[in-house]
């Protein structure tokens, strides 16, 4: 695939002898893994999915490729892909957590914060970590804190917020 794309679940494990696998799902809409959905590995492989169930927190999925236990067990550990141009859009002001990771991150003034290495979600907003060598920074996604977000570019400048930017009462 030369599309960019989205990880939407991994393969913990093969399960019983059929070439079901165990999947970690993660994706919030539950359709990416409906009978007749196609997801991809990284090397391009296509894979249909023929039908799913829960399973102790997991989703055991059979692909109409994979026959048994032995083809089963050489998807485990890999992603499961989608064309990123399958994801729906976006209000104004908000990312997917793909597009902020690995954007460099930078004060008004120009100094670095690294690079985002994850995004948290959290009830309010969710939090950017920026890490620069052994320093991370939790950067709240606020419209208070942003000063401007260009995923094209992958650079996000920030504000100086004492104690969040900056240690109180001075820029870093």
Avoid: Y
Avoid at 92 to 107: F, L, M, N, R
Avoid at 139 to 148: M, Q
């Amino acid at each position: 695939m030369r599309e960019p794309t989205v990880v939407v679940g991994r393969v913990t494990r093969a399960h019983g002898v059929r070439g079901e696998v165990a999947v970690l799902v993660l994706s919030e809409t539950p359709e990416r893994f409906a009978p007749g959905a196609r997801l991809f590995l990284e090397d391009g492989t296509t894979l249909t999915v023929e039908r799913t169930r829960p399973h102790g927190g997991r989703l055991l999925v059979k692909f109409h490729e994979i026959a048994d236990r032995t083809r089963a067990e050489g998807l485990r550990g890999r992603s499961l892909l989608i064309p990123e141009s399958m994801l729906p859009p976006l209000p104004e002001g908000a990312w997917w957590p793909h597009q902020i990771e690995g954007c460099e991150v930078v004060t008004e003034s120009g100094r670095s914060l690294g690079r985002v290495v994850e995004v948290v979600p959290n009830p309010a907003n969710d939090l950017w970590v920026a890490r620069e060598g052994e320093e991370e920074t939790l950067i709240p996604a606020l419209r208070d804190v942003l000063v401007s977000v260009d995923v094209e570019a992958k650079r996000i400048v920030v504000r100086e917020v004492p104690g969040l930017t900056a240690p109180e009462g001075e820029p870093r």
